[in-house]
């Protein structure tokens, strides 16, 4: 997206958790797990998960219209929400969450690449800004893993978490702060078993007939995908910043998926840049997949963690494999991240 005289520029930042709250030890109540084991292993203590009955829009329209408060917008030309936890397999969330944001008419479209979803619709939206097809466009990552976890899987339900994050973006100079630069996205295809739900598309079809053995619930291969998250995010993440021309030194924040809290140190070391740079949230929310980046970045926003004029990367990996990577001068912006009171699910809730 550099290179030219029109950027996407990052306007406005919103987020939003579901008010239900289930802690390691509410986990460690119905599963063989502990909050220690949970606490030292992903540095998570607990997630927010989706009332029933309740859908991934639901918690895209929530972070969208923060996203549009906070840049003090009411349309949008583009929306886009990353999510790999569509209300339906069809039709899109998109147009929905679009509608109930009183944008009936304007394109709408979901885009699937797992945790790295919103890396890749901040490029894709960033390039219908750049070339000059939009004027502004609201980009949301939101999921809802709880409603495709196996209830008995003790790996998955201590990591995953509900949550919606959005930016807004509007067409500005590649000089300006908040502009998106040196985007970089990747995948590995070969890989894509590690992380998968085998069940409800194409090759493994609906058959009216109940489920076989667990293949709709997600799941995850944990320890190669550490690897190759810690891998992927540091070369992607190192790549950007060269390519705009930072020094490991120049980078003021690295905000990164909150998959596990021992991958943000192994990136840190790996890249050079200290981990107090990290921003994290990961203790409060887990891995709320598409939603990790931007409710990250809202979190940081209203902590004081991100500040105006900083250089910040952002990165993602997920499944696919997919990763991605961009950076930006962060931008004076004033994140909404307001939540509901939370509130304690009944344990046949989650
Ligand atoms: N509570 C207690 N024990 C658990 C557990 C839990 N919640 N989850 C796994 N274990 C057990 C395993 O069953 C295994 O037991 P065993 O040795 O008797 O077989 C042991 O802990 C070690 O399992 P392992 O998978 O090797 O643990 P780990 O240290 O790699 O941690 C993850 C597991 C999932 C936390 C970690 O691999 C991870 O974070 N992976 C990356 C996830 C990610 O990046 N996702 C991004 C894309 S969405």
Redesign the pocket.
């Known amino acids: 997206m550099s290179g030219t005289d029109r950027a996407a520029v990052v306007a406005g930042v919103g987020a939003w958790v579901p008010p239900a709250v289930v802690t390691n030890e509410a986990?460690a109540e119905r599963?063989?797990?502990?909050d220690e084991?949970?606490r030292s292993?992903?540095g998570i203590r607990r997630r927010h998960v989706i009332a029933p009955g309740g859908a991934t829009s639901d918690l895209a329209v929530e972070a969208g219209r923060r996203a549009l408060e906070s840049a003090g917008a009411d349309d949008a030309d583009v929306v886009v929400v990353a999510t790999s936890t569509p209300d339906r397999p069809c039709p899109a969330t998109a147009p929905e969450v679009a509608s109930r944001l009183g944008l009936t008419g304007v394109a709408a479209f979901d885009v699937a690449a797992?945790?790295t979803g919103f890396v890749y619709a901040l490029g894709v939206a960033g390039g219908m800004i750049a070339s000059g097809f939009a004027r502004t466009a609201l980009v949301i990552g939101a999921d809802t893993f709880s409603t495709i976890l196996d209830p008995l899987d003790?790996?998955?339900?201590?990591?995953f978490g509900d949550g919606a994050g959005a930016v807004f973006l509007r067409a500005g100079r590649p000089t300006e702060p908040g502009a998106l630069m040196g985007l970089r996205l990747g995948s590995d295809g070969t890989r894509s078993e590690l992380?998968e739900v085998k069940a409800g598309g194409s090759r493994q079809r609906s058959t009216g007939l109940p489920a076989r053995d667990r293949d709709t619930y997600f799941r995850?291969e944990?320890?190669p995908?550490?690897a190759h998250?810690v891998r992927r995010m540091a070369t992607s993440v190192r790549a950007t910043a060269a390519e705009v021309g930072w020094a490991p030194a120049d980078i003021h924040r690295v905000v990164l998926?909150q998959?596990?809290a021992?991958?943000l140190a192994a990136v840190a070391e790996q890249i050079d840049v200290p981990a107090e740079c990290f921003p994290s949230n990961i203790d409060r929310v887990g891995?709320t997949?598409a939603a990790s980046v931007p409710l990250v970045l809202a979190d940081a926003c209203v902590s004081g963690e991100l500040s105006p004029g900083q250089r910040i990367v952002l990165g993602g990996?997920?499944?696919g494999l997919t990763w991605g990577s961009v950076a930006l001068v962060w931008p004076d912006v004033t994140a909404i991240r307001s939540d509901a009171a939370p509130v304690s699910p009944s344990p046949t809730d989650y």
């Not at 003790?154 to 990591?159: D, L, V, W």
Request: glycine share 8%; proline share 0%; net charge positive.
């Open positions: 986990l599963l063989d797990t502990s084991w949970i292993r992903t797992v945790c003790r790996t998955t339900r201590a990591i992380i995850m944990g320890r995908v550490f998250a998926h998959a596990n021992r991958i891995n997949v990996f997920g499944g």
